[in-house]
């Protein structure tokens, strides 16, 4: 196997990353603002602003699900246990000692076991905390008598829903500090805005990007 700088990460995938981004940053934000964590805007605004951005963020999921299955690239999400625990205890430990990291991306698989079981546990746990207690929470402002809620009730859900956006936090902080680490901050977002990174390609995956998909190669 030999090292080449090939396309990682697709088009859709970068806009839907940075899209992302700002809208989990601008909930956040008028997120805090609604429990009145801070007073930079007013509270109207800020819940108008907070459903606004939930609901186009809401799309921009049920997009990117949709995506993720039509063109295979959910398979880079399934988590595996072949170096998990050398890359935990990497981050846990080796990382402060300087070591290299032990995992190296390949085409069939652009994320490290634990980013991979990360990423899934967020998309199948967390995220869909958010909708459920988000849209349950709209439902019952908006007047909807649904008895299940209701029982509930709406300081329950709101509560849930705070708790699941805490836990989108943490991972927006481990995210970014991770970021830190390894040769460069640069160097970690590159990918995600030229869409290029170096990968371990076998021959054989060499040959056939190289005959059938030569732009996804960078010479």
């Known amino acids: 196997m030999a ?28 997120g805090f603002g609604v429990h009145g964590a801070h007073h930079l805007i007013d509270y109207q605004t800020a819940c108008c602003l907070h459903t606004f951005a939930a609901l186009i963020l809401l799309a921009l999921w049920a997009f990117a699900t949709f995506w993720l299955f039509t063109t295979g690239e959910w398979r880079h999400y399934l988590p595996t246990n072949k170096n998990l625990i050398q890359v935990a205890r990497f981050y846990a430990f080796d990382i402060f000692k300087g070591k290299r990291h032990p995992y190296i991306k390949t085409l069939r698989r652009k994320h490290n076991p634990l980013q991979a079981l990360t990423y ?15 849209i ?13 809620l209701e029982n509930i009730g709406l300081e329950s859900i709101a509560d849930l829903h705070s708790i699941a956006a805490i836990a989108i936090l943490a991972f927006v902080i481990a995210h970014v500090y991770l970021l830190t680490t390894g040769h460069s901050f640069i160097g970690h977002v590159k990918p995600m805005i030229t869409g290029y990174d170096d990968v371990d390609l076998t021959e054989e995956e060499y040959a056939y990007l190289k005959a059938d998909e030569p732009r996804k190669l960078k010479e």
Do not use: C, D
């Open 136 to 148: 349950a929470y709209l439902l019952i402002s908006f007047g909807f008598k649904i008895s299940l």
């Open 120 to 134: 899934l546990l967020v998309k199948i746990v967390i995220f869909p905390a958010i909708w459920i207690t988000g």
């Open 3 to 30: 090292m080449h700088n090939i396309q990682v990460f697709r088009l859709f995938e970068r806009i839907w990353h940075w899209s992302q981004v700002a809208l989990i940053f601008t909930l956040l934000f008028t």
